[in-house]
C-alpha cells in the first residue's frame, strides 16, 4: 500500500514546496507535488497540519548516547542508539570514535565495520560510515582526547585503520600542522576519505596546506583550535574565509556564544555550514558519570566535563542544535535543517539521492517539524520510525 505524507511545507535538497504531497512506495519516495496540482491519492494517509517535512538528519559527527558510546561497537548498542537518534529526526550518522590504546581504537573500527556492512539494518537511524576522530591530533589542542594515546601522523597507522574498518571510513578529522599530516592527508583522500581539520593549534598557513591537501571541512568549529588574532588569523581564518571548507558547529549555548554563531552563520553560509552534535553517552540520560570512549566523564547540568574544566562532547540532540541555531543566528527553519542534513550529505561525499534530500527516487528518510521544529515523527525508508522521545 502506498503511504501518502501531506504538510504545509516540504524542503527538499535546494528548494521547497507549499501544500507537498509525497508519495512513498517500497521505502522510496515515489513523487513529490504541490496539492494545488495533484490530487491525492489512495493509500495510508498521513497529515500533518501546520508542518515542515525535511529530509531526515544526519550527524557526522556523534560519540553515542542514551547511556551507550559508540566504540562498545555492538548491535545491541548501535540499534540503542539508533533509535533514540530517530526520535530526534535522525535517519543516518556517522559513529565517531575517539583516542585511544591502539588496540581498542582497532577493535573499535573493527566492530563498527561488521555492523555497517551487514545486511540486517538496525533500530532507528543507520551508522553510514565511521568518523575517526584522533589519534592525530595536536597535543596543544587535545580537548579532552587522552594525550597518552595520541600519535604523530603517519600512513603506516592509518593504513592499520582503514583495513581494520574495512574501508568503512568515511571521516577523518586531524591537525594539519603535525609532521606527516599532508601525507596522511593525501592517503586518505585517495581512498575516498574525507578529511576534516580539527584540534590544531594550526596558523593560517599550515591549515592553507592542509585544504591544498585535500581537506574539506572543520571539526567543531571554535572549539579546540588556535584563537583568531588579527596578525595571525590561524586555523579559524581558514575555516572562516575558505568558501571551498565546510564547517562544522555545536550549537548548545555552552560550546559557542551566539555571538560567535552569528559570526559562524555570516561566513559559512547555507552552503557550508553544518550543524553538529559531539554527543556522547550521556546525551537522553540524567547527570552523573559516563563514559567517552576510555574516559569517565562527569555531567553537571547538561555539561560534559572531565579534569577540572574540559568541556568533553555534549548532551546534545540534533533537532534541539536546529532550534538553537534559529533563535542564535537569525536563520529561519527552512535554512537550519539544510544544515543537519543536506549539508552533511554532501561533505560525506554520501550518493547523490541522499545528498539531494528529498526527491523522487530516493530513500523515503523524512522528518516531520512543528513550526517550532520540534519533531512529530520520523519515516525512514518509509516506515515510521519514531515519535519524538
Not at 53 to 61: E, Q, T, W
Not at 265 to 270: E, P, R, T, V
Request: charged residues 15%; glycine residues 12%; aromatic residues 4%.
Amino acid at each position: 500500500m502506498k503511504i501518502v505524507l501531506t504538510a504545509a511545507r516540504l524542503v527538499t535538497g535546494d528548494a521547497s514546496i507549499d501544500e507537498p504531497v509525497v508519495v512513498i512506495e517500497d521505502g522510496r519516495i515515489e513523487s513529490i507535488a504541490s496539492r494545488a496540482g495533484a490530487a491525492l491519492p489512495p493509500g495510508e494517509h498521513h497529515a500533518y497540519q501546520g508542518a515542515l517535512l525535511a529530509p531526515a538528519y544526519f550527524d557526522v559527527h556523534t560519540h553515542g548516547c542514551c547511556g551507550r558510546d559508540v566504540m562498545e561497537a555492538t548491535g545491541e548498542g548501535l540499534g540503542q542508539i539508533g533509535q533514540f537518534l530517530a526520535g530526534h529526526g535522525v535517519g543516518s550518522y556517522l559513529p565517531t570514535t575517539m583516542t585511544a590504546p591502539v588496540d581498542t581504537m582497532l577493535r573499535s573500527l573493527e566492530g563498527l565495520a561488521a555492523l555497517i556492512q551487514q545486511r540486517t539494518r538496525l533500530p532507528g537511524a543507520q551508522p553510514v560510515g565511521i568518523h575517526v576522530e584522533g589519534p592525530f591530533l595536536s597535543h596543544v589542542k587535545k580537548g579532552a582526547h587522552p594525550p597518552q594515546h595520541l600519535l604523530a601522523p603517519n600512513v603506516a597507522f592509518f593504513d592499520r585503520m582503514w583495513q581494520a574498518a574495512e574501508g568503512s571510513i568515511r571521516l577523518m578529522t586531524i591537525a594539519p600542522e603535525l609532521p606527516g599530516a599532508l601525507e596522511v592527508i593525501a592517503r586518505a583522500t585517495s581512498l575516498g576519505v574525507r578529511v576534516s581539520l580539527g584540534h590544531s593549534n594550526a596558523t593560517l598557513a599550515e591549515a592553507e596546506r592542509g585544504v591544498a591537501g585535500g581537506a574539506v571541512s572543520a571539526t567543531h568549529t571554535f572549539n579546540a583550535m588556535r584563537p583568531f588574532d588579527q596578525r595571525e588569523p590561524g586555523i579559524l581564518g581558514a575555516v572562516l574565509s575558505d568558501d571551498r571548507l565546510y564547517a562544522e558547529l555545536i550549537c548548545d549555548g555552552l560550546h559557542v556564544h551566539p555571538s560567535a554563531v552569528r559570526l559562524f552563520w555570516k561566513a559559512k553560509g547555507s552552503e557550508r555550514a553544518i550543524l553538529i552534535t559531539d554527543a556522547m553517552s550521556a546525551a537522553g540520560m540524567p547527570d552523573g558519570v559516563y563514559k567517552l570512549g576510555e574516559l569517565d566523564v562527569r555531567v553537571e547540568g547538561g555539561r560534559c566535563l572531565v579534569g577540572e574544566n574540559t568541556l568533553a562532547g555534549s548532551t546534545l540532540t540534533l533537532d534541539a542544535a536546529v532550534s538553537n541555531f534559529v533563535q542564535s543566528s537569525g536563520a529561519s527553519l527552512e535554512q537550519a535543517v539544510q544544515l543537519a542534513s543536506r549539508n552533511p550529505a554532501r561533505m560525506a561525499g554520501l550518493p547523490t539521492g541522499r545528498a539531494a534530500g528529498l526527491q523522487v527516487g530516493a530513500a523515503a528518510d523524512v522528518v516531520v517539524l512543528s513550526p517550532a521544529g520540534t519533531v512529530i515523527e520520523t519515516w525512514l525508508g518509509g516506515r515510521l520510525a519514531a515519535e519524538k522521545s
